[in-house]
Each structure stands twice: as structure tokens, then as C-alpha cells.
């Protein structure tokens, strides 16, 4: 049942912090998304991504290259995915009162060898964003294809595999956290719930 899903990886942010969900999306979820990520891939849609409100281009700091989803433009299966994050939203406000209002989401594709350096998913001038979303696209993915999402918290460093379908959420303004290297094309969904409009 989805909000057993749901209460899982809540409860799991609630104690630590952060929450780990391995079956966010199906198998077949993945596939369709990385239909459609690849489709807009190739007809070139996707730009640097950059590191600041600005946009600030720094491949020595951040590598991955980004398509943003609206549902305006969003194919059937996005547009599923996006009530899928919705009905969380709507679970999460139930449950924790965190009164986000709105999403920023994007797909994410870092080539091999790209990675992004240690930080907070916070802007100096923007408190809006609250919980960071990741969801990861990628298949039959195994230790040696690096990309691991490494979580900086208080008295250890914790170290998550892109598996396909897994979902990883975290406050954006406590934890700081780094792509590490990848050795193959390292693909997801990433956003930000946020409490302003």
C-alpha cells in the first residue's frame, strides 16, 4: 500500500534526519522514465547544470546535466510520476504539518566520470526549500559503477547506491551531501518540496 511506503521512509526522516525507500517506483516505472529522460536527451534539451542562483557553470564542482519536468510539458508517464510525488507531498503535509507548497524537479544525468562536490541544498536568499528528493533511474546498477550519494550527518558519513527505483529524502537545509564519481551514466529525478510558492 502506498502509505505504508510513505510512513516508512517518514518515519525514517523523522529519527535520522533522512529516509531510504527501495521501491518508490517499479521496474517498469524506471524503464518508462528512462525512455523518456532519453528522449529529451537526445533531442538535446538537457543543459549544464550550474551551482548557483545564477547558474554559475563549474565542472570542477558540479558535472551532471539537467532537463526540468513541469507538468505542462510532461509526457503520460511523467505526468504519473508527478502525482505519485504529489500524493507524497499530500502524505507528508498530513502527517508532519511541513506545509509544502510546491516542487522544483528535474531530471539528472551525469556522465561518466562527472560528479558534484560536497554541499547544502539551500540558497543564502531562499529558505523555501525543505525536503531535497532523489529518484533514482538507474539499471542493474553495481558498487563498481560508483555514483554513490555520500550523506555528511553529525557522527558519520552514510554512502547510498543510485539503485533503480529508490527513493532518498533528506532536509535541505541540515545535510550536507556529494555525488561521488560515476562510472557509467548515473541517472535520476531530483527536486526539492518546498514551503513557499
Excluded at 518508462?32 to 529529451?40: A, G, V, W, Y
Excluded at 532537463?67 to 508517464?77: C, S
Amino acid at each position: 500500500m502506498q502509505e505504508d511506503k510513505f510512513e516508512a521512509i517518514i518515519e525514517q526522516i523523522v529519527e535520522k534526519g533522512f529516509g531510504v525507500l527501495d521501491d518508490f517506483l517499479t521496474s517498469e516505472e524506471v524503464v518508462d522514465l528512462n525512455k523518456s529522460l532519453t528522449e529529451r536527451y537526445n533531442n538535446n534539451l538537457f543543459k549544464q547544470a550550474g551551482i548557483s542562483k545564477q547558474h554559475e557553470v563549474v565542472k570542477t564542482i558540479r558535472g551532471d546535466e539537467i532537463f526540468w519536468l513541469e507538468k505542462e510539458n510532461a509526457d503520460e508517464t511523467e505526468k504519473d510520476f508527478l502525482d505519485k510525488l504529489e500524493s507524497f507531498i499530500g502524505y507528508v503535509n498530513y502527517t508532519c504539518y511541513l506545509g509544502i507548497r510546491s516542487y522544483e524537479i528535474h531530471y539528472a544525468s551525469y556522465p561518466v566520470g562527472t560528479f558534484y562536490k560536497r554541499h547544502l541544498d539551500k540558497f543564502k536568499s531562499d529558505s523555501g526549500r525543505k525536503l531535497s528528493f532523489i529518484c533514482y533511474l538507474n539499471e542493474n546498477w553495481q558498487p563498481e559503477n560508483g555514483g554513490q550519494l555520500a550523506l555528511y550527518l553529525e557522527n558519520e558519513t552514510i554512502e547510498i547506491l543510485p539503485i533503480g527505483g529508490r527513493l532518498v529524502c533528506f532536509e535541505s537545509d541540515k545535510i550536507e551531501h556529494e555525488v561521488l564519481p560515476t562510472n557509467r551514466e548515473r541517472k535520476s529525478i531530483t527536486g526539492w518540496l518546498k514551503n513557499t510558492e
